[in-house]
């Protein structure tokens, strides 16, 4: 499970719910399910982070903000 904030709604236009990590400029997922849709998040934020470090740029520090106590 990764550090970054994620949004997560649903889409009346996409019929799906969608996930966006903010912190990660273009990263986002879809499921029809929420637990779908923030599983795959999970995936595409590793990938987003192995193309980033492939590349050589610089990634984002997670906000590390606590929602739940």
């Known amino acids: 499970m990764t550090k970054y904030e994620i949004i997560l709604y649903w889409s009346e236009e996409d019929q799906a719910f969608i996930a966006e990590v903010p912190e990660l400029p273009g990263c986002a997922a879809d499921g029809l399910t929420r637990q779908e849709s923030l599983a795959n998040a999970e995936v595409v934020i590793a990938e987003w982070l192995e193309t980033a470090r ?15 106590a």
Request: proline fraction near 13%.
């Open 54 to 68: 492939e590349l050589g740029r610089d990634i984002p520090e997670p906000k590390g903000r606590l929602l739940f």
